[in-house]
């Protein structure tokens, strides 16, 4: 019974899911570096037990790695559908592993994309915090620390007047920071993940 489904934007949707485990599913997305987004979806034939909620996973395909499963978010009875944007999270799976990369079991490895669905309880995939989330905060995180550093440096400040002379002190030019600050943003808005590297 076909009780959840995908859709792949541009793409007519999926039912045909692969059950591989008692409550794992797995749905094959191929051609999958083109897509944005996916929806995940119960079709209503049949609810889910109470208390449970679908997990959503999703797994870049990697011609030398096994599936590392990313989680996206959850769909329930009282939320039966979801959009998830998976741009980029190509990006993060290059740069970091995650601990549920095993949770649909070990799998051969793929050149398809994968999207998991776990039945688990609802309480339980509440804590769990989605990739895209991990990304945002990282990005919070970064830009807060460099406003830190760039605001403390730039206190110590002096004007080429004001400077004292001291043969054994080293001075950097406050614009050679502001030319860091303004780099070390921009990358990091392009990639919250570039400095794991």
Do not use: C
């Amino acid at each position: 019974m076909n009780i959840m489904g995908v859709i792949v934007s541009g793409r007519l949707p999926q039912t045909d899911f692969q059950q591989v485990g008692q409550s794992q599913f797995l749905f094959n997305i191929p051609d999958a570096d083109n897509i944005n987004h996916i929806v995940v979806f119960l079709t209503g034939t049949s609810p889910l037990p109470d208390g449970m909620a679908a997990g959503v996973y999703f797994s870049w395909p990697d011609p030398s790695a096994p599936p590392n499963w990313q989680f996206l978010g959850h769909i329930s009875n009282l939320k039966p559908s979801a959009i998830y944007k998976i741009s980029q999270l190509k990006k993060l799976n290059e740069m970091e592993s995650n601990p549920t990369s095993t949770i649909f079991g070990t799998q051969p490895i793929s050149h398809i994309a994968q999207i998991g669905i776990s039945v688990e309880p609802e309480a339980a995939l509440m804590q769990q915090t989605p990739s895209q989330t991990s990304a945002t905060s990282y990005l919070a995180f970064g830009q807060k620390m460099l406003e830190n550093f760039f605001n403390f440096a730039s206190s110590f400040a002096v004007t080429q007047a004001q400077m004292v002379p001291n043969p054994s002190e080293t001075f950097v030019p406050l614009s050679t920071l502001q030319t860091w600050y303004t780099n070390f943003q921009r990358r990091l808005q392009q990639n919250p993940n570039f400095w794991k590297s």
